[in-house]
């Protein structure tokens, strides 16, 4: 996608992140994937069927989606192209600004923050568990720092750097085939029943998808950070995912605090390997320092883009 076009979605993203008003009018467009997800899954996810039907019921499902959300956005690229003329690219820019994340999430994390530093740890526990699928009632300082610290590392792939390196490789089609992707996958990539068959296509193929921005994710982290990089080599395997252990062992290590452990879904503790296993217990003063390291590296982000925006203005001439 041409440089302006990403650098002005960026900038919109930057601004405002996704206004609770806009959101309040119009949702988000995420919302409709996952309403499109959620409505297959009723409807194909038989318990009654063998798991191999399942499987490709799952896998014709996300290729579907995919596929609309690919052809959908070029259809919107030619239209806005020949509609728009010279002014193509905000155009273009409007439609990419959803896809990106990188105010949202810190919008999100930063109450977290806030809450803690106020010592009001009810509120901490309410604010991130709308941010973290665990739960968060009977969680400590410790436990609300470090779950905030984990969705903030690993949501800077799905959030900030996948979507961009989307957006730059695909354009407009690869950004949202990438959002429908990471949709699906935190809707039904779960590997427990009923999910387990059906939602293996959406895991597989967000495993794929996320494959290199999560290691650029890990390397710009501890790049920013100033550290971290052994921590980042030896643990990012612990994490159950191939990608998500990148960023956040990265951010482990660069903070020196442990991540991950034990954790309670549903009532039911998961005994989750330590990731940073040597550093000590996360609280309020890691958050903010993790803020500050996220905050450097979409700075890095974006001045990344500027530069090959430039560059490939200065080969074009």
């Avoid at 968060?136 to 905030?148: I, Q, S």
Wanted: include cysteine.
């Amino acid at each position: 996608m041409a440089e302006p076009t990403i650098l002005a979605a960026m900038a919109l993203e930057g601004a405002l992140g996704w206004p609770s008003s806009l959101h309040a009018r119009i949702g988000h467009p995420v919302g409709l994937f996952a309403r499109i997800i959620t409505g297959c899954e009723r409807a194909l996810n038989r318990p009654a069927r063998p798991d191999w039907q399942r499987r490709l019921a799952g896998l014709a499902a996300m290729l579907a989606l995919i596929g609309t959300a690919a052809c959908m956005s070029a259809l919107a690229v030619l239209g806005v192209r020949a509609l728009a003329g010279h002014w193509a690219w905000a155009v273009l820019a409007l439609l990419a600004w959803p896809a990106l994340a990188a105010r949202s999430l810190d919008d999100h994390v930063s109450p977290v923050l806030a809450a803690l530093e106020a010592g009001d740890l009810v509120a901490a526990r309410r604010r991130v568990g709308m941010i973290v699928g665990r739960e968060t009632r009977e969680l400590d300082e410790a436990g609300v720092a470090r779950a905030a610290i984990e969705s903030l590392a690993e949501s800077f792939c799905d959030g900030v750097a996948a979507p961009l390196f989307w957006l730059v490789l695909g354009g407009l089609p690869g950004v949202w085939a990438y959002k429908a992707i990471n949709t699906a996958d935190s809707l039904i990539g779960h590997p427990e029943e009923p999910l387990r068959a059906y939602g293996w296509a959406a895991a597989r193929i967000d495993d794929l998808v996320n494959l290199i921005p999560a290691r650029l994710a890990g390397l710009l982290l501890c790049l920013v950070g100033g550290g971290g990089w052994g921590t980042m080599l030896r643990d990012h395997a612990l994490h159950a995912s191939p990608n998500a252990g990148w960023p956040e062992a990265a951010m482990a290590g660069v903070l020196g605090v442990r991540l991950a452990g034990p954790v309670r879904y549903d009532g039911v503790t998961a005994e989750k390997p330590w990731i940073g296993r040597e550093g000590g217990e996360a609280g309020a003063a890691d958050l903010r320092r993790a803020l500050g390291v996220y905050r450097r590296a979409c700075a890095v982000l974006a001045s990344g883009a500027l530069i090959l925006g430039i560059a490939g203005s200065a080969w074009q001439v």
